[in-house]
Nanobody, 123 residues
Framework: QVQVVESGGGSVQAGGSLRLSCAAS????????MSWYRQAPGKEREFVSK???????RYVDSVKGRFTISQDNAKNTLYLQMNSLKPEDTAMYYC?????????????????WGRGTQVTVSS
């Protein structure tokens, strides 16, 4: 079973910054492809950011230029640096494991979610 744990959320004023972390674990000989999502009150969960298979980054238009995704493969940890935060960024931020890349070249599609970390931006 894969465990996914997000951290780093909090309350900030507009214009502030936060850095979210997502740690995945469960299989010693695997790395994890992960992505960020968020869900604001009364809205559907939306994609925020991920790395594509070629290593390029992808962002939802509303965060481009303000958010930066990064990862530490050795630690199976994904990060989301969020700068110039806006009140509309207020949401629960979730990390999702999309794929396991394991020893011997084996890969498995996955759908593991963390419990989320709350980000609140006040005006």
């Amino acid at each position: 079973q894969v465990q996914v744990v997000e951290s780093g959320g909090g309350s900030v004023q507009a214009g502030g910054s936060l850095r979210l972390s997502c740690a995945a674990s469960g299989y010693t000989y695997c790395n994890y492809d992960m992505s960020w999502y968020r869900q604001a009150p009364g809205k559907e969960r939306e994609f925020v950011s991920k790395f594509d298979s070629d290593g390029s980054t992808r962002y939802v238009d509303s965060v481009k230029g303000r958010f930066t995704i990064s990862q530490d493969n050795a630690k199976n940890t994904l990060y989301l640096q969020m700068n110039s935060l806006k009140p509309e960024d207020t949401a629960m931020y979730y990390c999702k494991v999309d794929r396991l890349r394991c020893r011997g070249g084996r890969q498995y599609e996955a759908n593991y979610w963390g419990r989320g970390t709350q980000v609140t931006v006040s005006s």
